[in-house]
């Protein structure tokens, strides 16, 4: 009744609220309670869960509040496997059980919402059993324990969990069952797993021209949290300091990663979200020295997109001409440069005034990016595409001007997944005014204040959404604002290093394939505990699974981070968990065994040094 009661109070604050939305402000806003009982872990997104409390108490001043701001999930998506067959005996009274997998590549979900599981077995004793599944960022979650239940079989029961919640769907899901009682004997028959979630809106990614600190938010709602940016260091050459910052896909992966067009008339590339050392990054000649940049898929053709610059000179007398000239050839040097009239826009003459910038974006839905340009309070932009050669500028919006901070960043992007494109002003005081259609002027504004995670001047910004090929924590660790001068070093600890603290009865096996020749392992007892003091921004724990092996729990500064589960049909080294959300200082690892055998070969420690 008390949540309920909450739920009617962010329903008044806003009625437009649909029960996603509400799961959604719940689920952000509860606070841990017991926050120190064991049972809270982080799931593969960051985000704490408990089996005994869910994500926590429920803050409902918190809730209500964020209510009134609240943007609308895009539409839920869903991805099902069909019935998987396993129809293989479970192991009597063996802690290891029996396994089976999913693999979900190229998945319409961006982040998770509901994971839904189908489960089949017979048994004459069901309260034998209990069923986890793991997730591909290593969360599990219960969906069953044993209990005193004498009933039999499982047919078609299902399941549903939200431990998942916001993880990235794709890798390898596994479902373990297992006999936790003697005598009884029964048999895993089938499973199906079906996924629920949302797909991506674009998002802004901000820059500060005058460092190179890059911040990729992750969200489109109002007051984000600072556990939605990723910032870091871009490491670009150094022509790129004071550049024009874009985003886009260079090489065709489906990822929008950092670009700049710098002083000298280079505009550079990189292919990675994170710090990129200078070398690393490719370099395409323009030549047309500060003008303004525009990227986008111009060419229906291209699986990547393409950068382009816009050329511009007085034509009398009708006013400033444009051009301009793009290539989707990324492979550096100096390629042969595309031409598009732009022709006269938005002219002093017809009372049009301020400086002119420039954005693309898919406007009509038809997967080809075109040219808007935008002085002051209006825009004009056109559906014609680059490669064709001409100009259409028919098109209009007046976005107004909705702050007086200063002139505005204009940017453009699909910020409601409705597969169009449209406009936005990004404003040096963290404020964001952007629309949601390209109408003329529906007179209606939708307002982030993203705050300053960079900086309150030389802030540029880009569209960009996060690929569900690396989860969005592909930089360094969330919120974290390293300098420029910052370098990421790998550092690699074997298990025996004398850094690498044992308690309990560890041995030491040698194997060819670990990293040094050899790795540790453990019976299972919980007394047996390795302690690993380090500094460092992430840590990777490097282990080995096999059908013998067991369950062991990470734990970071005395927090269950991840419970990982190395039981698999198949034998394989070099297996790693990674805990990549670290602030820079010194920490405290320990795995802590939970189950069965656990071998555990190596740590790979990232340490940020200047």
């Not at 869903?78 to 059980?97: E, F, H, K, L």
């Not at 320990?590 to 340490?607: C, E, K, L, N, S």
Request: hydrophobic share 35%.
């Amino acid at each position: 009744p008390l949540v309920s009661g909450i739920v009617a109070l962010m329903l008044q604050a806003n009625p437009n609220l649909t029960w996603r939305d509400v799961q959604h402000i719940l689920i952000n806003t509860a606070e841990r309670n017991d926050p120190t009982n064991s049972s809270w872990l982080l799931n593969g997104a960051n985000r704490y869960y408990s089996h005994y409390y869910g994500f926590g108490r429920v803050d409902a001043t918190a809730a209500v509040s964020t209510a009134y701001s609240w943007t609308n999930m895009p539409p839920a998506v869903s991805q099902t496997s069909g019935t998987i067959n396993v129809n293989v005996a479970i192991p009597d009274n063996n802690p290891t059980g029996v396994s089976s997998t999913f693999n979900v590549s190229n998945s319409t979900i961006s982040r998770l919402e509901h994971v839904e599981v189908i489960f089949n077995s017979t048994h004459p004793y069901r309260g034998d059993l209990s069923v986890t599944l793991t997730s591909p960022r290593g969360t599990v979650s219960q969906l069953i324990g044993s209990r005193n239940d004498s009933g039999d079989n499982f047919v078609n029961w299902t399941f549903m969990s939200v431990h998942f919640w916001d993880e990235d769907p794709n890798g390898t899901w596994t479902i373990t069952v297992r006999d936790n009682a003697s005598q009884d004997l029964g048999t895993f028959g089938s499973w199906q797993i079906t996924l629920y979630g949302t797909q991506d809106t674009d998002t802004l990614a901000l820059f500060n021209t005058s460092n190179g600190q890059v911040s990729l938010l992750e969200t489109v709602q109002d007051l984000p949290a600072s556990t939605t940016y990723n910032t870091f260091a871009s490491g670009g050459p150094a022509p790129t300091i004071n550049g024009q910052w874009v985003m886009g896909d260079w090489n065709g992966d489906g990822i929008k990663t950092p670009g700049v067009y710098a002083s000298n008339g280079v505009f550079y590339t990189t292919n990675t979200l994170g710090t990129t050392p200078a070398a690393s990054w490719t370099g395409t000649w323009f030549g047309l020295f500060g003008r303004p940049a525009v990227v986008g898929r111009f060419s229906s053709g291209s699986a990547n997109d393409c950068l382009g610059v816009v050329d511009s000179g007085n034509f009398p007398p009708y006013g400033t001409a444009y051009a301009l000239y793009f290539t989707c050839n990324l492979a550096g040097g100096a390629p042969p440069l595309t031409f598009q009239w732009l022709s006269v826009l938005l002219p002093d003459s017809q009372g049009y005034t301020g400086a002119a910038q420039f954005a693309a974006g898919d406007f009509n839905s038809d997967g080809v990016d075109t040219i808007a340009i935008r002085r002051s309070a209006f825009i004009a932009f056109t559906n014609t595409p680059p490669t064709t050669l001409l100009s259409a500028f028919d098109l209009a919006q007046y976005i107004g001007t909705p702050s007086a901070n200063d002139y505005g960043y204009f940017v453009s992007g699909d910020w409601n997944r409705d597969g169009i494109d449209s406009f936005g002003l990004f404003y040096q005081n963290g404020y964001f005014y952007r629309r949601n259609d390209v109408l003329w002027n529906t007179g209606v504004h939708q307002v982030q204040r993203v705050g300053s995670p960079i900086g309150t001047s030389s802030i540029q910004v880009a569209s960009w959404r996060n690929g569900t090929a690396t989860g969005f924590n592909a930089g360094e660790a969330t919120g974290e604002t390293p300098t420029t001068s910052v370098n990421l070093v790998h550092r690699l600890i074997e298990s025996d290093d004398p850094l690498v603290i044992q308690s309990g009865q560890w041995s030491f096996q040698s194997a060819p394939s670990a990293s040094g020749g050899g790795y540790l392992y453990s019976n299972g007892s919980l007394e047996d505990v390795l302690t690993l003091e380090f500094e460092g921004t992430s840590l990777e724990v490097i282990y080995l699974q096999g059908p013998s092996l067991g369950t062991f729990t990470i734990v970071v500064d005395e927090v269950a981070v991840r419970t990982v589960i190395a039981t698999s049909s198949d034998s394989a080294f070099n297996v790693r968990s990674i805990i990549n959300y670290l602030e820079p200082g010194s920490h405290t690892l320990q795995i802590v065994p939970v189950r069965g055998v656990i071998a555990v070969d190596a740590f790979d420690v990232t340490v940020a040094t200047e």
